[in-house]
């Protein structure tokens, strides 16, 4: 598959050409192509060579991706060729690649089959934090079912130790005077406490 830049400028000379195969893949039970080479011409000369990483669909999909390129920070699915070869002082970069070479109908694309990766670093995040928001829960959902009832049991006693049996004429004097130097104050005899039973 060529294509020709015509008659632009500078880039009238300018060939880019994709070498695509074919294969038939049992284990999928249907046709495959990928793109296994892309040559750079000028003036009908090869000027750089690039093998192609992980480009490829279905022969009746077309492949798409947001960046096809030889550089680093675009995953490199463009590769030199080899280290002797003029590919080294090239820099080409696809920006919204999508390319179908076999099983064209009516001059569009089928469905595209996207380079996205399942794993990219933004899904892996929210798989990682997703799962730390599921251990905090796991934990919660522990110490909840771990935590002891009270059992409410109050039972209000009178001390013995410190405080007389009430008698029941004594009622209503709930008073008892104390002696101090000169004052009068009260003491209240019917004080309680009260002991929780868990």
Not at 2 to 15: A, E, P, R, T, Y
Not at 42 to 61: D, E, L, M, V
């Amino acid at each position: 598959l060529s294509l020709k830049f015509g008659d632009i400028g500078n880039l009238k000379g300018l060939v880019i050409r994709f070498l695509l195969t074919t294969s038939y893949y049992q284990l999928s039970v249907q046709n495959w192509f990928s793109l296994h080479r892309l040559q750079l011409l000028y003036n009908h000369s090869i000027q750089a060579t690039f093998n192609a990483t992980r480009i490829y669909a279905p022969a009746s999909y077309s492949y798409h991706c947001e960046h096809v390129s030889s550089l680093q920070r675009y995953d490199a699915l463009l590769i030199p060729s080899s280290a002797n070869d003029l590919s080294k002082l090239w820099e080409v970069t696809f920006t919204d690649f999508q390319i179908q070479g076999f099983n064209i109908q009516e001059g569009h694309f089928a469905y595209a089959k996207d380079c996205a990766s399942f794993f990219s670093p933004a899904i892996l995040m929210g798989l990682v934090m997703s799962l730390i928001l599921l251990l905090v829960l796991a934990y919660a959902l522990h110490m909840l079912i771990h935590l002891k009832s009270l059992d409410r049991h109050y039972e209000c006693k009178a001390s013995p130790a410190y405080f007389g049996q009430m008698k029941d004429n004594d009622l209503g004097d709930e008073k008892e005077p104390l002696r101090s130097n000169g004052n009068e104050a009260y003491e209240l005899r019917n004080q309680q406490f009260c002991k929780i039973y868990i």
